[in-house]
Structures are given as structure tokens and as C-alpha cells.
């Protein structure tokens, strides 16, 4: 399973980004789908997570900010992010649960950077 982020750039404070990660490969399920985040020097954390039930799930920092989103027969998962702070700088994950060979694994995208400067 591969994981394709893009999206990210060099962004004011108060603008907008939409980050969008799609899955190939051969799988025969897969869910959730997530954001994680990890600033300069610090730990990876959760930005969003979304189910193929539509359970979703933010990070404290991000609610009312960031809309987790995903098109099941694309396999892609997008997260919007409004009113972008400069803590919000960092590099973006994509993660994601999959059954392949009738093994649940997790997989992780290459990762795409977010930079807002004040």
C-alpha cells in the first residue's frame, strides 16, 4: 500500500490549505484514514482521523479550524485547514489501516510540509 500526500506549501497566518493523500496498491480494505502532524523538533501527534462509518476524530488544537473529509471509491482522504496558524507549521503525515493478505497493517505516507509564517 502506498500513500501519495500533497498539498502543502508556504501559507499566511489566517490562510488555507487543502491537503489531499490517496492509497494504491493492493488491498482489500482500508480504514481509518489520518492526519498526524510533527512540528520542528517535536512528536508526531493526531490531527484527524476518519472512518469508513464517517467516525470522525480531531486533534484539541485543529477543531473548528480543519475538516477531515474522504472519497471511498478513490481511496483518498483530504483534510481543509482554515484559519492557519503558525503553530500549525509542520510536516503532515497521512496514515492508514489496511488489509492486505488478510493481514491488518498500518501504513504510512511520505509526509508534505506546512509552513505559516506569521
Known amino acids: 500500500v502506498q500513500l501519495q500526500a500533497s498539498g502543502g506549501g508556504l501559507v499566511q497566518a489566517g490562510g488555507s490549505l487543502r491537503l489531499s493523500c490517496a492509497a494504491s496498491?493492493?488491498?482489500?480494505?482500508?480504514?481509518?484514514m489520518a492526519w498526524y502532524r510533527q512540528p520542528p523538533g517535536k512528536q508526531r501527534v493526531l490531527v484527524a482521523l476518519i472512518t469508513n462509518g464517517g467516525y470522525i476524530n480531531y486533534g484539541d488544537s485543529v477543531k473548528g479550524r480543519f475538516a477531515i473529509s474522504r472519497d471511498i471509491a478513490k481511496n483518498t482522504v483530504y483534510l481543509q485547514m482554515n484559519s492557519l496558524q503558525p503553530t500549525d507549521t509542520g510536516v503532515y503525515y497521512c496514515k492508514a489501516n489496511a488489509v492486505t493478505s488478510g493481514n491488518l497493517r498500518e501504513y504510512w505516507g511520505q509526509g508534505t510540509l506546512v509552513t505559516v509564517s506569521s
Open positions: 496498491g493492493s488491498f482489500s480494505y482500508i480504514s481509518p
